[in-house]
């Protein structure tokens, strides 16, 4: 039966009510009696407790922000701090006539490998490219040339060759061919500036073996650590001129495969020549161009210039 309009009350029943008075409801009817009635108002208060809350959590939040201190920049650098930069260390060949040659291997160019005096043109190759790897451990390898050991060396040379080169490496001998520096000698990190050229040619021995005959004439700069000198550094000049000759290997035997030296000559620049004598390298002490000789100065940078000088060690 549909109620009346009017006759409900808190938009509950009027016979709700009449039901309450009647019956004595148990405690939880009462309870769900109750909160029917009223879940207007508690929906409503409800509402503003949660608004309040929420507000206070807002307002607490943002007093958290401001408290929260600003991330603070690291603080400006001054003094010598603020203004130094990575240091640049100095080109110790920039005031020498090598500075604009190849650095290190670079410097060390084959020319053309042609058949030659019955050689083929693959055998001059494989003759120059071994020429070459003994230059390069004898001038430029600085494990070589730091350490006290001739193997890697006499690697490069045929078997019956190395008992030579193993009696020149206490002696001056040495120097023409090799560079070993002595204990108390520092290279600057820069590699040694290289420059010079090859020839070659076929040669017969008086027994008839073939030979390919190499002459390689090569100058080789290199900066060294000085705190004798006023600029901290000074360069060393090495010229040589070698004649390597590698047998046919089908007409010798096998312990004579491979480089033999066959001449050498060579002159220093800006070296000790008591470390010379010793079969060392070290800057300083008498130099080839130094007072008394006619000699200029960069004229010994030149590969063409005479292997032989008046004035030497």
Known sequence: MLSRPGSERDGHPDWLDRLEREIRPSLLVRLRIWCRRRARRLAAALGVVLLLAATAGAAGYGYRQLRRPASTP?????????TAGPTTPPDVFADTPAAHWPAGAAGIVLPPARPTGGLTAAEVAAGLDRVRAAMLTARLDRAFMTGDNPTPLLRHFAPAA????????????IGTYA???APD??????QPRTKGRFTYRAVRQADGVRMLEVTSNFVWVYGFRDLASRSGHSVVVLHDEIVWRLPHAGEVARADRGLWLHRMSSYGSGVDCDAVKLGLIRPGGLDPAGIGSPEDPDALYDPEHPIELPVSC
């Open 179 to 181: 560079t070993r520096l």
């Open 185 to 190: 000698a520092r290279l600057t990190p820069d």
């Open 74 to 82: 690291p603080p400006a650098a001054t003094g010598a701090a603020a």
């Open 162 to 173: 190395r008992e030579s080169v193993r009696k020149d490496w206490s002696t001056e001998t």
